[in-house]
């Protein structure tokens, strides 16, 4: 299965790094790897556009996809467009995107915890197993716009906890947070 995984993850790389090889001219510089990692350096092949399939080993192509992948930033970072176009699709009263967005927030919530496990408790305390997620997607199919505005006001809430509860309240500061805080009228 690993294998298969790893292969899958190979073949669509190497289809994006062709399509990307076939648009974007070389500049002539010489490629080298980045001083940042290390342990690049231990790698038999030369720096490549095959920075996946040069890697010695499956370990280190694992390694390597790992860190490309992040951990919970990237997520988050998908889950914030999805709350915010959750917002337009409440203003534009376009329940079904509604429904939409929020079921993939869920999903993202449930990848950022498997990427980093330590989050998970409050991930589901805070927002997935406490009726939060829940309340909005009801809400959301109820098609009661009152409704939907006020519990995406208690979804705004629970997500400001859980960045206070992870020590990240910073944050709340955030641009996407001060552009949901009301719905206009």
Request: proline share 4%.
């Amino acid at each position: 299965m690993k294998s298969q995984l790893a292969g899958a993850a190979v073949l669509w790389l190497a289809a994006s790094v062709a399509l990307a090889q076939s648009v974007v001219q070389p500049t002539g510089i010489a490629p080298r790897f980045p001083t940042a990692y290390k342990e690049l350096a231990q790698q038999a092949q030369p720096p490549s556009n095959n920075w996946l399939l040069d890697a010695n080993d499956d370990t280190e192509r694992f390694r390597r996809l790992q860190l490309v992948a992040g951990g919970t930033d990237i997520p988050m970072w998908e889950i914030a467009q999805r709350y915010e176009e959750l917002y337009v699709a409440i203003q534009n009263n376009n329940w079904e995107m509604g429904v939409y967005h929020w079921e993939k927030v869920r999903d993202r919530m449930n990848t950022a915890g498997m990427k980093r496990p330590a989050r998970t408790q409050n991930i589901e305390r805070l927002f997935l197993d406490n009726g939060v997620w829940t309340s909005m997607h009801d809400a959301l199919t109820s098609r009661d716009a009152d409704r939907m505005r006020k519990q995406f006001l208690a979804v705004r809430q629970a997500c400001m906890a859980c960045h206070v509860a992870e020590r990240v309240a910073f944050l709340n500061d955030s641009s996407v947070f001060a552009r949901t805080a009301a719905f206009p009228r």
